[in-house]
């Protein structure tokens, strides 16, 4: 493939990169979100009253999704740092749409598993890490407005696909939903990706961002970010782990996308509960989506004038508002608000995140790195969907674990303010 990757850069009259960002962006567009929360909690309802499921069994395949997530995310480091993105997005799309056009035709709750569960595998792990590393590894001095570009995307993608899905149901049915997502899937985001995704621009004989040359390696001091390769740190993993910022990034990741994934996946059926028909409620699940377009590229902007220690707890006590709101929203307009909060939050951890890695510990071994935090991060996308649908199903009440989701999301992202960038000096 490196050689069919060798003909397009040169055939392409601008830097390759910019086409590694089109292909990450389509996978972010059509894969991710296939099986991201933002999607299922259009289907919960309808498949619950068709197949009598409870609401904790249906977040429970979510959570065993990302429990199989934490264990994948380190072995798919090391193959990305050592053979490119492109294999891992596009088998992971193709896992995607196959399993997305299973789910059309599940009747049993263990079928549902069989199922979902590895479709939500590939999303939380190899999808988010493949696409991510990717853009990270060809950009440096522009990775932060990249990196936005590559979220609008994804964004724009959680924003179209639940209203899609929803359209599709009330037309027809959940399962002609189901297979219309999977189909599409496959069509488009598969073949691209392994044919034409390389690895880092230094294989195919470029410099990250375009550069014709390397320049002067520059001083770090102040923690600002790396703006060119010669200016990176690069860590081993081993030397990471020896830092406290490394712990600190995968308990803010932890803390953060247990309140993403728990409020998320449940705020369409917590306004149905409260009478707000369905086609109105996921107007809270699109709204929630579409609040991350704009925030990549704010969020982003930020990112280039002020130091990520401080990026963190801003974007932590956004979604930890945004939770609750959403957590005491009794009425559609209230929710989307609050809808609107959590997402312009959550589109700030993915971009600062995303950022944070790569330019804390450098691009050689930013797969193997980033796999811990994206572990930790995939551990609290799996704890929150089921803790929520456990409080419900014996409460019939959202209000207190939304509350508690967001207290110590807050709590943890005024701790943030101490991880500062880390140095050779900090490494044991």
């Known amino acids: 493939m490196r050689a069919l990757q060798l003909r397009a850069a040169r055939a392409t009259p601008f830097y390759y990169g910019w086409v590694i960002l089109a292909l990450t962006g389509l996978a972010s567009y059509s894969s991710r979100p296939l099986m991201s929360v933002a999607v299922l909690t259009v289907f919960v309802v309808p498949m619950e009253a068709q197949l009598g499921w409870t609401r904790t069994e249906m977040s429970g395949a979510v959570s065993l999704g990302g429990v199989f997530a934490v264990v994948a995310a380190p072995l798919v480091g090391p193959l990305i740092d050592r053979y490119g993105s492109g294999l891992v997005v596009g088998v992971s799309s193709g896992i995607a749409g196959i399993c997305a056009v299973g789910l059309g035709m599940v009747n049993q709750v263990w079928l549902f598993y069989l199922v979902y569960v590895p479709g939500r595998t590939v999303f939380a792990s190899p999808l988010e890490l493949g696409t ?7 950009f440096i001095r522009r990775r932060p407005f990249a990196l936005a570009l590559n979220h609008v995307l994804q964004g724009s993608g959680l924003a179209v696909m639940p209203l899609v899905a929803q359209l599709i149901i009330g037309a027809w049915s959940w399962q002609a939903a189901w297979y219309g997502l999977g189909i599409w899937t496959l069509a488009v985001a598969v073949a691209p990706a392994i044919m034409l995704m390389g690895r880092r621009p230094e294989d195919i004989g470029l410099l990250p961002d375009g550069d014709r040359a390397m320049p002067a390696r520059e001083n770090r001091a102040g923690g ?4 060119t390769a010669s200016d990176e740190v690069n ?10 910022s490394f712990w600190l990034l995968m308990l803010f990741a932890f803390a953060g996308f247990i309140v993403q994934a728990g409020v998320s996946l449940h ?3 917590h306004f149905i509960g409260q009478g707000v028909p369905g086609a109105v409620a996921v107007w809270a699940a699109s709204t929630f989506a579409i609040s991350q377009v704009p925030a990549s ?3 982003s902007a930020l990112c280039q004038r002020f130091p990520m220690r401080l990026m963190m707890p801003a974007a932590g006590l956004v979604v930890s508002a945004g939770a609750m709101i959403t957590a005491f929203a009794d009425n559609i307009t209230v929710g989307v608000v609050g809808a609107f909060t959590l997402g312009f939050g959550v589109g700030g951890l993915h971009i600062i995140g995303r950022l944070t890695w790569a330019d804390y510990f450098g691009r050689l071994h930013l797969g ?3 796999a811990w935090g994206l572990a930790a ?3 609290g996308q799996a704890l929150g969907p089921t803790a929520a649908g456990m409080v419900w199903d014996r409460t019939e009440t959202y209000l207190w674990v939304f509350m508690a989701f967001g207290i110590n999301l807050a709590v943890v992202s005024l701790l943030m303010i101490t991880a500062t960038t880390p140095t050779r000096r900090q490494d044991g």
């Open 297 to 299: 590229l704010l969020w």
């Open 224 to 227: 600002r970010r790396p703006l």
């Open 267 to 269: 705020q369409v059926p």
């Open 368 to 370: 193997a790195i980033r």
């Open 235 to 244: 860590f081993t993993l081993r030397q990471a782990m020896a830092t406290r």
């Open 132 to 138: 991510s590393t990717a853009v990270s590894n060809w």
């Open 377 to 379: 991060q995939v551990a």
